[in-house]
């Protein structure tokens, strides 16, 4: 007996061509993110810098459900700070991420300003970084 389909959607993604191919084809997630910044991000938003965008799409993809450190990804995108956070609003618009606030209610007060981003599909997290 196989694994059920929900389990096999958390391990491996939920977008139906990956999910019922056989193995990863990178230039599908290639292509779905080409589509993805030109018909939702630089249509919608304006946004110009593809590289950068693209780059900071990556690696919320591969780190999912990660602390953000708008300073650290401004650093690894070539982007500044601002830049960073009006990107990651127009990817949260369009669905490619969910931010969750900050929980506030312990008494560690360490992390109560940095929310979590958490990616609408798990399979984007081995795919190489084509921007």
């Not at 990956?18 to 290639?30: E, N, R």
């Not at 589509?35 to 991000?41: E, G, K, V, W």
């Not at 490619?96 to 606030?101: H, I, S």
Request: charged residues 25%; aromatic residues 12%.
């Amino acid at each position: 007996m196989g694994r059920p389909l929900s389990l096999v959607c958390i391990m491996h993604g939920g977008l139906p061509e990956p999910l019922f191919a056989g193995k990863k084809d990178g230039t599908f997630f290639s292509e779905w993110i080409d589509s993805f910044y030109a018909r939702d991000i630089q249509e919608l938003f304006g946004i110009r810098n593809r590289t950068g965008f693209i780059k900071l799409l990556h690696f919320l993809l591969r780190q999912s459900n990660g602390l953000i450190d708008y300073s650290n990804l401004a650093k690894y995108a070539d982007l500044n700070r601002p830049t960073v956070k009006v990107h990651i609003e127009a990817m949260s618009s369009a669905h490619a991420v969910y931010l969750l606030p900050p929980f506030y209610g312990g008494s560690r007060h360490e992390i109560i300003r940095r929310p979590k981003c958490d990616t609408f599909d798990t399979n984007h997290r081995d795919v190489r970084n084509t921007a």
